[in-house]
């Protein structure tokens, strides 16, 4: 059995109006039919662009967020082995509190410990993720991003948790930041045998971390594989053109960039058949009627007109 | 503003930050520099002084709030004497002590501006926070509810509820915190609201944590902040609001010495006694101003930004 | 549009029912010996108790008085004052006048006063005359109405007596223009003063709200000189949370300037008011209180009206 099990998740949030009696106009689809399965000891690369349902799958996963429908099954207790690392840095701790009660917070809630044995696992926890453990009567206005960031992770640790959920954990932080940051996570890794959801959007962060991908679209997994399969040989057009449209250091690779036309649907009424099709550049009748499943087996892609092995996606109007 | 002024602005505050000190100390700090707020507290403190001693003033003068000493106080003419060494401040036309009457107004307007603050503070910091971080029917109805209730005014209400019921301080309390309550509920739910969404709660949220802990722990230091500037406003108001009332004769009993009456009483008096206008108008004044003030600096030195 | 007007205008009326039904459990709910009692005054005599128990009817059963009260009501018959025995309809219209001229009058300094000081204000921020301006609102909302009343009657009677203010009962000034500005001059200052630190405050709050946004950098950039960005575009845009406080101000005031009209001794409805409440004139408060809960409720909905015009954000749904 997976560590973690996702079976057909929706979520999707009401859009109310009125005063008195709140009426509803509409359903945002943020997460429209998503399963996939983390194994133990994975990290498993959540990819999309901002909207896509990434963070509230995120959000489904620790719990936050109650799914519409669909199943999540967890083997432990998703309150206390399921942690998450938060994306603002700013946000996500109190402004109000100290460091140290912050970070003790999973240990407080879950009554766990002595007042004193706390402490001693804060500092603990704070010099595993190179924090100054005497800096622990601080509040969080006294740290940079990428310490507050630090301090989010110990928080996530407290309690030992078998999973955690990064969402977009470095990508509110500098440049220079990300790769600590992001080698903490790794390292953290090895060290205590975490298994990682990571969700981003910037590909290269993602493919750097994770053992397997998946790319979402307006709320639905697109295509799903193992790291260095689903950048070298992408199936899905959408794949392609994200990897196409990032920034890879890499001199041999051809540079024409996709462009995608048009702006991502309203989630609200998503598109029909393939909800890729107004902007994908392989289109054809099929797609707008007949939406297509998730299929393969280890790399798996939901796509009428898969790209084959090497070749490349060619935009309409790029076109040789 | 633009934005470098901000950031320059911010620099000394981040040199600080780096010795450790929250953001009560640093807010305390910043209050102690602000030579407007430093005075206005003084103020404040001999206006307490002035009531809790009140008492005290009594027995050194001899002389009781409310009982007249005509031979004493009132010229052959029948007119108050002035300010000296019997009678501090003069006298007022019945021949009463005016320092002393003074003294136990500032009872009254504390006791009344206090703890119709205290009050509408308690009350509106449960309430909207409740309303804030639940939402739903309720907290719908709940802000419409407030916004009527703002959109009439104190006097309106409190005259109708005196007429029906009778004046007395009780009321004048009521009516106030009543008020109050209703604007601090207001602020204090819009902020939940904001909190509530914040990545922090999640935080604890995803742990499980109970919704009362979020509430008290997570959200509610938060609004210590906001709710702090509009209870130290709301005193001053509160105490111009029963001054009023009692001028008006709709306050406290009318022989009670409280400020409003003290003044109501001057009107036909003050050419031939101005100090009867004047003390009472001053006091009023000066303690309003000094309790606006001070709200106005706690502001600033919570949020330095603005 | 007019479905927006239609349900804004429902809600009123349920808040002016809601005013009705509260006003009328407060004086009537309770036996009718004591409901006489109370609306006859502690020391009257038992005869004037039961007189009033039988012309209003106190033995009936409440809902059917509640009933009668909301017809009276419907019909614009607000009873009659017990003290004088007129219509309280009547006592009403006299005392509008006084009220209406203090209130436009005084509208109309302190949106001179208020919003000038706030573009003042707001047009050079931390310089010394905004530190200035924001020190005089400061002392403008600190001191009471009936302080700075006092002191101005003081003033202009006993320390600058030969300016000829004075305060009185309102004279229209279709009898005698002098009497009547004699007798206004100084309550529409003394409203105006009090009203126009709100409006210095809240214009200049506003206005660098205003001046902040990316259209106003825009205007600068394009070269409209800085006087055309602050009336053209800036104070235009600012003004819209000064017109709605406008609104609802002139419509609360309407409902009677108790404080001033007190001071003064101008006979407007606050004074009238203030007056029955002392007399334990019960007709004539219920009947006040309700006319100045539906100039509020009106001018909330004119405002909310007005303002989907100004803010073409606002959408009404």
Redesign the interface.
């Given at each position: 059995m997976s560590l973690l099990d996702v079976s057909d998740v929706r979520k999707y949030f009401p859009i109310k109006s009125g005063i008195f009696f709140q009426r509803e106009v509409g359903r945002v689809h943020a997460v429209d039919g998503v399963s996939l399965s983390v194994e133990a000891g994975e990290t498993l690369g959540v990819v999309g662009e901002s909207g896509c349902g990434k963070s509230t799958l995120a959000r489904c996963m620790t719990g936050l967020h109650e799914v519409t429908s669909g199943n999540i099954t967890f083997d432990g207790d998703v309150r206390r082995d399921v942690q998450m690392v938060f994306q603002d840095p700013y946000g996500s701790l109190n402004p109000r509190r100290r460091i140290g009660s912050i970070i003790a917070d999973p240990l407080v809630i879950h009554r766990e410990g002595t007042p004193s044995s706390r402490r001693d696992r804060v500092r603990d926890l704070m010099a595993l993720v190179g924090l100054n453990p005497e800096h622990y009567n601080r509040f969080p206005a006294e740290f940079s991003g990428g310490q507050r960031q630090r301090v989010g992770i110990a928080r996530a640790l407290a309690l030992n948790p078998r999973l955690v959920v990064c969402d977009e954990p470095v990508s509110a932080l500098d440049v220079s930041i990300q790769a600590q940051v992001v080698n903490l996570l790794k390292d953290l890794q090895a060290e205590l045998g975490l298994t990682y959801v990571f969700i981003a959007h910037d590909l290269s962060v993602v493919r750097y971390v994770s053992d397997r991908v998946a790319v979402m679209y307006l709320g639905k997994i697109v295509e799903i594989a193992p790291g260095e399969e689903l950048y070298e040989r992408p199936r899905h057009p959408y794949t392609a053109a994200l990897l196409s449209a990032a920034s890879v250091a890499d001199p041999d690779r051809p540079r024409d960039r996709v462009i995608l036309r048009g702006d991502v649907p309203s989630p609200i009424s998503p598109p029909s058949g393939c909800r890729f099709h107004p902007r994908c550049p392989k289109a054809q009748e099929r797609c707008t009627v007949e939406e297509p499943r998730l299929m393969g087996d280890g790399h798996k892609w939901a796509c009428h007109f898969p790209l084959e092995p090497g070749e490349r996606l060619q935009s309409r109007e790029v076109g040789e | 503003?633009s934005l470098t002024d901000a950031a320059f602005e911010a620099e000394p505050v981040h040199a600080e930050?780096?010795h450790?000190k929250?953001?009560w100390q640093l807010a305390w700090e910043r209050l102690r520099r602000d030579k407007a707020a430093v005075i206005s507290m003084v103020v404040i403190v001999l206006v307490a002084l002035l009531a809790i001693l009140a008492p005290l003033f009594a027995l050194i003068t001899g002389h009781d709030p409310l009982t007249q000493y005509p031979s004493t106080a009132l010229t052959p003419e029948g007119l108050p004497v002035g300010p000296g060494a019997d009678f501090w401040l003069g006298a007022d036309s019945l021949g009463r002590d005016l320092f002393v009457r003074l003294a136990y107004g500032a009872r009254i307007s504390l006791l009344v501006g206090l703890s119709a603050t205290f009050l509408a503070t308690l009350f509106g910091v449960i309430v909207g926070l409740l309303a804030g971080y639940y939402g739903g029917?309720v907290d719908?109805?709940l802000a419409?509810v407030l916004d009527?209730v703002l959109?009439?005014?104190y006097?309106?209400v409190a005259?109708?509820?005196?007429?029906?019921?009778g004046a007395s301080v009780s009321l004048t309390i009521f009516v106030i915190a009543f008020f109050s309550f209703a604007a601090m509920a207001r602020v204090v739910r819009g902020q939940t609201i904001g909190y509530r969404e914040?990545?922090?709660t999640?935080?604890?949220?995803?742990?499980?944590?109970s919704p009362l802990?979020i509430m008290v722990?997570?959200v509610l230091?938060?609004l210590?902040a906001p709710v702090t500037v509009l209870a130290s406003l709301l005193i001053?108001t509160s105490i111009?609001f029963e001054?009023?009332l009692s001028?008006?004769?709709?306050g406290v009993d009318p022989r009670t010495p409280s400020w409003?009456a003290i003044?109501a009483d001057?009107?036909d008096f003050?050419?031939v006694a101005?100090g009867l206008?004047v003390f009472p108008?001053v006091l009023?004044?000066l303690t309003?101003?000094a309790?606006?003030?001070l709200g106005?600096g706690i502001r600033d030195a919570l949020d330095p930004k603005r | 549009m007019w479905r927006f007007l239609i349900r804004r205008i429902v809600f009123g009326i349920v808040v002016l029912w809601l005013v009705a039904t509260t006003v009328f459990l407060l004086f009537f709910a309770g036996p009718a010996d004591n409901v006489a009692r109370r609306l006859a005054g502690p020391r009257a005599p038992i005869e004037v108790v039961e007189q009033i128990k039988d012309t209003l009817g106190l033995d009936r059963p409440l809902f059917t008085q509640y009933l009668g009260f909301l017809g009276d009501l419907l019909r614009g018959d607000l009873g009659t004052s017990f003290i004088s025995q007129t219509p309280v309809s009547t006592l009403i219209l006299q005392s509008l006048p006084g009220t209406l001229w203090l209130v436009f009058g005084a509208a109309v300094l302190w949106m001179i006063m208020g919003v000038g000081g706030g573009v003042l204000s707001a047009t050079k921020p931390r310089s010394l005359r905004d530190r200035t301006l924001t020190v005089l609102v400061l002392a403008g909302i600190s001191l009471p109405t009936f302080v700075l009343g006092i002191l101005m009657i003081y003033l202009a009677l006993s320390v600058f007596p030969g300016t000829g203010l004075q305060p009185g009962p309102y004279i229209s000034p279709f009898v005698d223009v002098g009497a009547f500005l004699s007798t206004m001059v100084m309550p529409w200052v003394c409203l105006a003063v009090v009203q126009a630190a709100v409006y210095v405050r809240l214009t200049r709050g506003s206005m660098l709200d205003t001046m902040g946004e990316d259209y106003i950098r825009t205007a600068r950039a394009k070269g409209v000189p800085e006087r055309g960005v602050v009336y053209r575009h800036g104070l235009r845009a600012a003004l819209t949370p000064v017109i709605t406080q406008f609104g609802v101000d002139v419509g609360t005031l309407l409902g009677g300037v108790v404080v001033t009209e007190s001071v003064f001794g101008l006979q407007g409805i606050g004074q009238l008011m203030i007056r029955s409440v002392r007399d334990g004139d019960l007709p004539v408060i219920i009947g006040a209180a309700i006319l100045a809960a539906a100039f509020i409720v009106i001018a909330n909905i004119l405002v909310d009206v007005t303002y989907s015009f100004l803010d073409p954000r606002v959408r009404l749904a």
């Open positions: - | 503003m930050v780096v450790g929250g953001p029917w719908g109805v419409r009527v959109s009439f005014p006097l309106l005259i109708v509820l005196v007429a029906a019921v914040r990545e922090f999640e935080a604890v949220r995803s742990l499980g944590a802990r722990i997570d230091p938060n210590v001053p111009v001054a009023t001028f008006l004769g709709l409003g003044l001057s009107t003050y050419r101005p206008l108008a009023l004044l309003t101003l309790f606006n003030l106005d | -």
